[in-house]
């Protein structure tokens, strides 16, 4: 049988695995910071009618410049944004990617702060860009020193900055990411995937992009609005910037039906993101019942916490999942990460997590 090593592979991917969070058939799925609830009825209908419509014209090529799409997405962040500050590709991976595409390549350098989401360093590596870690602060935070030292330290291309942090939870603060942009030259993508769960009255990043084309900030519709499974992610920058992105995507990289599907749930807004108010209370109970059990957890604005004080991650990983509860273990020792579902997944996970622990640990 070939392999890999018989392959004239790129000497930069000689080693590497893929990104592998796993896909297991398990009753209560609480690995990859999904929203476990499904899309409601009336806006699955509606969005039916839509892919209905656009298949009628699926013979030619889609809108390549997503026009209403944008429209679309500029309406739903608000804060003064033109469609031509928007860009949407396959999932915000993609649109991460479009930006390593872009800003990075050899000679270029990313710099990340883990532990956060894993793939910036695969943007990087795939996009022949070099990978520099900063420091963070005690308890995974990034404060405006921070950040501006480790980026005068290290000098680099593109800055990326989960807030709030996946897989901590963690936010940032909005004066550490100005402060973050005055100490670059280079680009700084701020990756709010998980915008929607912080507490309302949390500025957004998208405050800042008045007079700093050199930053971006990334969105999804994976998480709150419970459409991981459309793939649609997008993000807000300069007009400059969108346009840098436009040389590197390919033609008609989104399909008429991502579009079609895309517009359909921004057009219930308020519905697809009915359940985020839910997914906090879960999350309180799931901090209180986990403490109760004499766990850590990190403070969160996400719709997940990372739990610590776990003696054997491996072990508890492995007895919830013969429970039938899935989990995810990302290395970090003593410390094991849980997505928040709905009450009936809450208190799965909680009984699971009150049989494995001793009494008194
Ligand atoms: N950024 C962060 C911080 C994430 O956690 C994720 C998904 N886990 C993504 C980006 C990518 O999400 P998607 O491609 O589904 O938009």
Do not use: C
């Amino acid at each position: 049988m070939t392999s890999l090593a018989d392959l004239p592979l790129r000497a930069d991917l000689v080693g590497r695995t893929a990104y592998g969070a796993p896909q297991l058939h398990v009753p209560v799925t609480l690995n990859v910071n999904e929203n476990t609830h499904p899309v409601p009825e009336e806006v699955r209908a509606d969005i039916l009618d839509r892919i209905a419509a656009a298949l009628r014209g699926v013979n030619r090529y889609p809108d390549r410049e997503f026009t209403a799409l944008r429209e679309a997405l500029a309406g739903y962040l608000g804060h003064g944004l033109a469609p031509e500050q928007l860009w949407a590709a396959n999932g915000s991976n993609e649109v991460l990617q479009h930006v390593f595409q872009a800003f990075g390549g050899p000679g270029r350098t990313l710099l990340t702060f883990p532990p956060t989401y894993s793939m910036y360093p695969n943007y990087a590596t795939t996009s022949g860009t070099a990978v520099l870690e900063g420091r963070r602060d005690e308890d995974f935070g990034l404060s405006a020193a921070t950040l501006a030292a480790e980026i005068e330290r290290t000098r680099p291309d593109i800055v990326v900055i989960a807030a709030p942090n996946n897989p901590t939870g963690t936010p940032v603060a909005l004066d550490a990411l100005a402060a973050a942009y005055d100490a670059t030259d280079g680009v700084l993508v701020v990756d709010e995937a998980y915008g929607e769960f912080m507490p309302d009255d949390a500025p957004s990043a998208l405050t800042l992009l008045p007079g700093r084309p050199r930053l971006a900030v990334s969105r999804t519709m994976s998480k709150a609005f419970a459409f991981a499974g459309a793939r649609l992610g997008y993000l807000a920058a300069d007009p400059a910037f969108v346009d840098a992105l436009r040389l590197v995507r390919l033609p008609y990289h989104l399909s008429a039906i991502t579009q079609a599907a895309a517009l359909g749930a921004l057009a219930h807004a308020p519905v697809m993101l009915g359940m985020v108010d839910e997914i906090r209370v879960q999350r309180e109970r799931t901090v209180r019942g986990l403490e109760a059990l004499g766990y850590r957890v990190a403070p969160s604005w996400t719709n997940f916490l990372l739990f610590g004080g776990v003696e054997d991650p491996k072990a508890l990983w492995q007895g919830l999942l013969d429970r039938g509860v899935l989990i995810r273990d990302l290395a970090i020792p003593g410390s094991l990460r849980v997505s928040i579902g709905t009450a009936a997944e809450t208190d799965a996970f909680l009984e699971a997590m009150t049989a494995l622990t001793p009494v008194g640990a």
